[in-house]
């Protein structure tokens, strides 16, 4: 298993500049993050100092978020909101130019709660349209955007890993672009009801990123409820090669006491 750590969440406490490092500290090589900045066009002083703490740091960033809103209010991604196609535009160029600076190949797209001002059917016609932007973009680079369902969002309308992929295919299908791949999240995907053990099967060779963190509580893989190491085990005999990121909350005391140091560098 290839492991990476989330920053945002694991290292969220610290100065934006501080957490490459922190994860370094800690054992890992490789690193994912939300989008790090206020803004979705940040200050190039801003942009610079993330990009040199990664590289000072040593550490591989493996994926970025593209920017998601407001998320403090609620937001969770502006991929089918209308009115936002601007700042949409000016995210996918901002995320994917910090992602070739950094070797980036993993970007996640949040796909946008359900607005009350349009009809379901006009956000997914626009979401189509705005994944194929941020597709042709990333794909320059080599890389892939992601589709992630979500928990403890109402009007997040991708709940299954089904949902993601019918989007997905949706865009293949209209636009050509095939660059969008499955952020396969265990966790949010038990909290939804999903079958893992179905989903692993059955979609586990369509996952182009991996992420974890136990049910409930969203605590460290042991804290809970899920059994992740035998999902994880059946998602390599299927075939996955892709990185495993740790997107827990960090609890009281080591948050990676249950895994060990020379487990964590990644391959």
């Keep these: ?16 500049e501080r957490r490459p490092q922190a ?3 800690a054992g890992f090589t490789a690193v994912e993050s939300w989008w790090p900045f206020d803004s979705v066009t940040p ?14 740091a040593g550490v591989q960033l493996v994926a970025l ?4 809103g407001a998320m403090a209010d609620g937001e969770r991604g502006l991929v089918s909101l209308p009115g936002r196609e601007a700042e949409w535009r000016d995210a996918v160029a901002a995320t994917v130019g910090i992602g070739e600076r950094l070797g980036v190949r993993l970007f996640n797209a949040l796909y946008g709660n359900r607005s009350d001002g349009a009809a379901p059917a006009a956000q997914d016609a626009l ?6 932007l941020a597709g042709r973009a990333t794909a320059r680079i ?12 109402p009007r997040y ?6 949902d993601a992929l019918a989007v997905a295919d949706r865009v293949a299908a209209e636009t050509g672009v095939g660059a969008i791949g499955l952020l396969l999240d265990l966790y949010h995907l038990a909290v939804n009801g999903d079958d893992l053990d179905r989903v692993v099967a059955v979609h586990g060779p369509r996952a182009a990123h991996v992420q974890v963190a136990d049910a409930p509580g969203r605590g460290a893989p042991g804290t809970g409820e899920l059994d992740l190491v035998p999902r994880l085990r059946a998602l390599e005999d299927g075939g996955y090669a892709g990185w495993t990121a740790l997107e827990h909350l960090p609890g009281d005391g080591d948050p990676f006491a249950w895994l060990p140091r020379e487990d964590r560098a990644g391959g």
């Design 23 to 25: 994860a370094r500290d």
């Design 65 to 68: 978020n593209f920017p998601a």
């Design 127 to 132: 979401a189509v349209e705005h994944l194929a």
């Design 142 to 153: 080599g890389g892939t955007v992601l589709l992630e369902p979500l928990s403890a969002a």
């Design 1 to 16: 298993m290839r492991w990476a750590v989330n920053t945002s969440l694991l290292f969220g406490d610290l100065p934006l």
């Design 43 to 56: 200050a190039g002083r801003a942009v610079e100092a993330f990009v040199r703490s990664v590289e000072d």
């Design 157 to 162: 309308p991708l709940r299954r890993a089904e």
